[in-house]
């Protein structure tokens, strides 16, 4: 399978993005919970988001919590994260990946986009 994330970009703080990451392959979509990472310059990489194989259950990092929201359409084969109410904190190359949102643990992942947030 591959992943395919775009949609980053530079974006003044308050502001919002939606990345998508799109699955191509020998992939039924639905059976994989998906996630999106980031990693900012010198620091490690950390969960943002995290969907179930049918969009039923999320979860959230405490630091994007209301403002950050994960989705899906398995029609589509498409992941999305809608981001709002972006700061400068936020500013890291995000990844999406495929794996069990139950264990949190993740195999294929996706080759990133830049979010750079300017204050």
């Known amino acids: 399978v591959q992943l395919q994330a775009f949609g980053g970009g530079l974006v003044q703080a308050g502001g919002s993005l939606r990345l998508s990451c799109a699955a191509s392959?020998?992939?039924?979509?639905?059976?994989?919970?998906m996630g999106w990472f980031r990693q900012a310059p010198g620091k490690e990489r950390e969960l943002v988001a995290s969907?179930?194989?049918?969009?039923?259950?999320?979860h959230y990092a405490d630091s994007v919590k209301g403002r950050f929201t994960i989705s899906r359409d398995n029609g589509k084969n498409t992941l999305y994260l809608r981001m709002n109410d972006l700061n400068p904190e936020d500013t890291a190359i995000y990844y999406c990946a495929k794996g069990s949102h139950a264990t949190g643990t993740y195999d294929s992942w996706g080759q990133g986009t830049q979010v750079t947030v300017s204050s």
């Open positions: 969907i179930s194989g049918r969009g039923t259950s999320t």
């Open positions: 392959g020998r992939i039924f979509f639905s059976s994989y919970g």
